[in-house]
């Protein structure tokens, strides 16, 4: 028996297996995909905390992928895109099949069980570009090729494919934050969630023959803080906070903000059907043709949106809040003009937690310095 469900990032109802259950608030992340330098800092940040052990060494919670051609496991998403089929949009109603809408006969939604070797290989595909080079090519203006990094944890989705494939019921959506858990004591190791989940995030363990995935560092976000991939980011790419129920977002809210009223933060794969709620500010330099099929009709719009950022005292306040503490941000607010004026975030009982410029002030140093009989190299 399947119920019908609301899902705003398609713009209607569609089949799941359980009756909508939001949460009061829920867990978002929002990645801005044009900071990252694929350091791999967030990756080694999460596996130090959380996949460290045995039976461990290839499950990587948090990862980052060059895209086109960089995947984890292996063609994670073609796989699926292709299986799915076509998958068309009017305007902002997806009128193509969810996964949850194809569901093979004996099954709880379209899915596919990777490989042992598939999950063996997470670098596969770093940095490189979109096409080949033809030799004694010049760059020039437009690049000819191209590519981004892709940050990927789990989505803790608000109809997520693990919790309906479970046939133990294993796991569960938390009611206080929608962060989705796996209770290690019960699941019995059936990977039906590493079949269903069609980012790949829910993960078998061959030693403990049970299923594990990311816990969005609820020890952290209980306390108040971001998690660790975030607070670890050298790009300061990521922001953590929690999101209002679509129909009522908080102009104030941080996420919100972000993505419904500047819409600059996308899902990935919104056609999927999950709702998933880790957004991505997308590549602007990438051809919108690939952008779109990867986070939604709504691509076109916010790369103008990012592009044009800085005539807008809002959007680039609060991006500059982006790493700038390790406490979850409630509300912000930006005061005075781009040139002098700055942003703050606070925290849920209204106290200001951090406080940035909007535009960083540019110091020049001599490059040598007699107070310490020292030159300097970078003089800025
Ligand atoms: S991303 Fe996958 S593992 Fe995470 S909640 Fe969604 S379906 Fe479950
Ligand atoms: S730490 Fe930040 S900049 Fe480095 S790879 Fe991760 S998301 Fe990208």
């Given at each position: 028996?399947?119920?019908?469900?609301?899902?705003?990032?398609?713009?209607?109802?569609?089949?799941?297996?359980?009756?909508?259950?939001?949460?009061?608030?829920?867990?978002?992340?929002?990645?801005?995909?044009?900071?990252?330098?694929?350091?791999?800092?967030?990756?080694?940040?999460?596996?130090?905390?959380?996949?460290?052990?045995?039976?461990?060494?290839?499950?990587?919670?948090?990862?980052?992928e060059t895209k086109?051609w960089g995947f984890y496991?292996?063609?994670?998403?073609?796989?699926?895109?292709?299986?799915?089929?076509?998958?068309?949009?009017?305007?902002?109603?997806?009128?193509?099949?969810?996964?949850?809408?194809?569901?093979?006969?004996?099954?709880?939604?379209?899915?596919?069980?990777?490989?042992?070797?598939?999950?063996?290989?997470?670098?596969l595909g770093e940095?490189?570009?979109?096409?080949?080079?033809?030799?004694?090519?010049?760059?020039?203006?437009?690049?000819?090729?191209?590519?981004?990094?892709l940050?990927?944890?789990?989505?803790?989705?608000?109809?997520?494919?693990?919790?309906?494939?479970?046939?133990?019921?294993?796991?569960?959506?938390?009611?206080?934050?929608?962060?989705?858990?796996?209770?290690?004591?019960?699941?019995?190791?059936?990977?039906?969630?590493?079949?269903?989940?069609?980012?790949?995030?829910?993960?078998?363990?061959?030693?403990?023959?049970?299923?594990?995935?990311?816990?969005?560092?609820?020890?952290?976000?209980?306390?108040?803080?971001?998690?660790?991939?975030?607070?670890?980011?050298?790009?300061?790419?990521?922001?953590?906070?929690?999101?209002?129920?679509?129909?009522?977002?908080?102009?104030?809210?941080?996420?919100?903000?972000?993505?419904?009223?500047?819409?600059?933060?996308?899902?990935?794969?919104?056609?999927?059907?999950?709702?998933?709620?880790?957004?991505?500010?997308?590549?602007?330099?990438?051809?919108?043709?690939?952008?779109?099929?990867?986070?939604?009709?709504?691509?076109?719009?916010?790369?103008?949106?990012?592009?044009?950022?800085?005539?807008?005292?809002?959007?680039?306040?609060?991006?500059?809040?982006?790493?700038?503490?390790?406490?979850?941000?409630?509300?912000?607010?930006?005061?005075?003009?781009?040139?002098?004026?700055?942003?703050?975030?606070?925290?849920?009982?209204?106290?200001?937690?951090?406080?940035?410029?909007?535009?960083?002030?540019?110091?020049?140093?001599?490059?040598?310095?007699?107070?310490?009989?020292?030159?300097?190299?970078?003089?800025?």
């Amino acid at each position: 028996m399947t119920h019908k469900v609301y899902n705003w990032q398609i713009g209607r109802d569609m089949e799941y297996k359980y009756p909508a259950a939001r949460p009061k608030k829920q867990a978002t992340w929002i990645f801005d995909t044009n900071k990252c330098i694929a350091c791999q800092t967030c990756t080694l940040a999460c596996k130090n905390a959380w996949t460290s052990g045995r039976g461990q060494e290839t499950m990587f919670w948090n990862n980052v992928e060059t895209k086109p051609w960089g995947f984890y496991p292996i063609g994670w998403d073609v796989r699926i895109l292709e299986k799915l089929g076509p998958q068309r949009w009017d305007s902002d109603r997806y009128l193509g099949k969810t996964l949850f809408e194809s569901v093979p006969y004996g099954e709880e939604m379209l899915g596919w069980m990777p490989d042992e070797e598939d999950w063996a290989h997470p670098n596969l595909g770093e940095d490189e570009v979109s096409s080949q080079i033809a030799e004694k090519a010049v760059f020039s203006m437009i690049h000819s090729s191209w590519m981004f990094y892709l940050q990927r944890i789990c989505n803790h989705c608000t109809y997520p494919a693990c919790l309906a494939a479970c046939s133990r019921k294993v796991i569960y959506k938390r009611p206080e934050d929608g962060v989705v858990l796996l209770d290690q004591n019960r699941c019995r190791g059936y990977q039906e969630c590493v079949r269903g989940c069609p980012y790949k995030k829910s993960m078998f363990r061959p030693d403990t023959r049970k299923s594990e995935k990311c816990i969005a560092c609820y020890p952290a976000v209980d306390s108040g803080l971001q998690t660790q991939c975030n607070v670890t980011c050298i790009g300061r790419i990521r922001l953590f906070g929690f999101k209002s129920p679509w129909d009522r977002p908080r102009a104030d809210n941080p996420m919100d903000y972000l993505i419904h009223e500047a819409k600059v933060a996308l899902p990935l794969y919104p056609q999927f059907g999950l709702e998933p709620n880790v957004y991505y500010i997308p590549p602007i330099h990438v051809p919108t043709k690939f952008t779109r099929q990867m986070f939604g009709p709504g691509v076109d719009q916010a790369v103008e949106r990012y592009r044009n950022a800085m005539d807008d005292e809002r959007l680039v306040g609060l991006l500059m809040l982006f790493g700038a503490t390790d406490r979850t941000l409630d509300s912000f607010k930006v005061a005075g003009d781009r040139a002098t004026g700055h942003c703050a975030g606070y925290d849920a009982d209204g106290r200001e937690i951090v406080r940035v410029p909007i535009t960083e002030p540019t110091i020049l140093r001599n490059q040598y310095d007699e107070a310490f009989d020292v030159h300097r190299f970078s003089v800025t």
